[in-house]
Every structure is written in structure tokens, then in C-alpha cells.
């Protein structure tokens, strides 16, 4: 485990998805993906951005830092895994 919150871990996430099909992320593009509001995603940016994890120009786009990219992919993948493991072997929807 990583010693984040779920939350911060959600969010690490998303970056990491939509830089993967985007290459760019913004504040409109994560609160989209996690279907909550902007001033949400600016107060969990400015968190994870203390923490080291992201970096934002203001009112520009979010980038991950190496940690915050190594913490989004480890997510990434463990979600991905666990949903094979409830369709492919317990075949589930």
C-alpha cells in the first residue's frame, strides 16, 4: 500500500488515465472523470501538489511528478487486475 488516502489514490489515478489518453490533464477533465465538482478537484491538487505529487501552473495543466505517475500506474494496475479477477474468475459483471 501506498500510505495515501483512497481519495488521493483516485485522483493519482485519473491523472495517470487521462495523461495516458491525452497526454494533458486539466482541473474540468478530472472533475469530468470522478463526476465531482472543480473547486474539489483544485483543493485535492494543491494537496497532492504539497505532497509532491503533481504539479499545476495556475490555471494551467496538471502534470504527475515521477512519484505521483509511479503511485497513479500502481493504482491504475491493481484496478485493472481486480476487475479481471471479478470477470475472469468469478464472472462477475
Known amino acids: 500500500m501506498t500510505g495515501y488516502s ?5 485522483y493519482l489515478e485519473t ?7 491525452n497526454k494533458v490533464a486539466r482541473v474540468k477533465d478530472v472533475a469530468q472523470a470522478l463526476d465531482v465538482k ?3 478537484v483544485v483543493a485535492a491538487i494543491r494537496s497532492l501538489s ?6 499545476q501552473e ?3 495543466h496538471i502534470e504527475l511528478t515521477k512519484e505521483g505517475a509511479k ?3 500502481d493504482v ?3 484496478h485493472k487486475l481486480l476487475c479481471a479477477f471479478f470477470h475472469e474468475v468469478l464472472g462477475l459483471d
Not at 483512497?6 to 483516485?10: K, L, R
Not at 491523472?15 to 489518453?21: A, P, R
Not at 504539497?50 to 504539479?55: A, H, N, P, Q, S
Request: net charge negative.
Open 6 to 10: 483512497q481519495s488521493e489514490e483516485d
Open 15 to 21: 491523472l495517470y488515465m487521462i495523461q495516458l489518453e
Open 38 to 40: 472543480m473547486p474539489s
Open 50 to 55: 504539497e505532497k509532491g505529487l503533481v504539479e
Open 58 to 60: 495556475k490555471y494551467g
Open 71 to 73: 503511485i497513479g500506474r
Open 76 to 78: 491504475y494496475k491493481r
